[in-house]
Antibody, heavy 120, light 107 residues
């Protein structure tokens, strides 16, 4: 069974940092691209970042470019999002979502989400 | 960036009704479109992929159609458990973009 479990969310002051993790199981993690998607309270879905299966190709939304860093450890079946210089508008539930692999459709599995609250 | 214009933003319908939601892309995305259902406090659930393919385990009352820039999502006979917010998403190009969502309520 495919599982994605996020952790690391919490309350942080503006300008602070937080590192989110996503533990993957039930599939060959190293074969899949991965993404982070967020959802502000009461709002819609916003894609945040993408990483290729090897980690060699990375993309960010303009809203987080230069502040967030996506990474992965295929040996540990884990995805990460380092968030620096956090702002109030970064307050959201953060989801990791499985991306492409050969013969599959992207965004077919999502974690349960972890809440990040940026407030003083 | 590809803009996804989803309508309506909210919809009230009766059990048994046929419900239709539309999504328009600002440029040709072929069939690289997903539809999701999201219930409060839960992660989005994939219902339709590649514009018209039903995800495994999803009831057949859900369907999708379209290609290029115009897409339609349909529930053939609304059930009480279908109350949720529905989103379209394009994955033709990065950045991945979503429609604004359609909140579906029972009349």
């Amino acid at each position: 069974e495919v599982q994605l479990v996020e952790s690391g969310g919490g309350l942080v002051q503006p300008g602070g940092s937080l590192r989110l993790s996503c533990a993957a199981s039930g599939f060959t993690f190293s074969s899949y691209e991965m993404n982070w998607v967020r959802q502000a309270p009461g709002k819609g879905l916003e894609w945040v970042s993408y990483i290729s299966s090897s980690g060699s190709t990375i993309y960010y939304a303009d809203s987080v470019k230069g502040r967030f860093t996506i990474s992965r450890d295929n040996a540990k079946n884990s995805l990460y999002l380092q968030m620096n210089s956090l702002r109030a508008e970064d307050t959201a539930v953060y989801y990791c979502a499985r991306g492409w692999s050969a013969g599959t459709t992207p965004f077919d599995y999502w974690g349960q989400g972890t809440l990040v609250t940026v407030s003083s | 960036d590809i803009q996804m214009t989803q309508s309506p933003s909210s919809l009230s319908a009766s059990v048994g009704d046929r419900v239709t939601i539309t999504c328009q892309a600002s440029q040709d995305i072929s069939n690289y479109l997903n539809w999701y259902q999201q219930k409060p406090g839960k992660a989005p659930k994939l219902l339709i992929y590649d514009a018209s393919n039903l995800e495994t385990g999803v009831p057949s009352r859900f369907s999708g159609s379209g290609s290029g820039t115009d897409f339609t999502f349909t529930i053939s006979s609304l059930q009480p458990e279908d109350i949720a917010t529905y989103y379209c998403q394009q994955y033709d190009n990065l950045p991945i973009t979503f429609g604004q969502g359609t909140k579906l309520e029972i009349k």
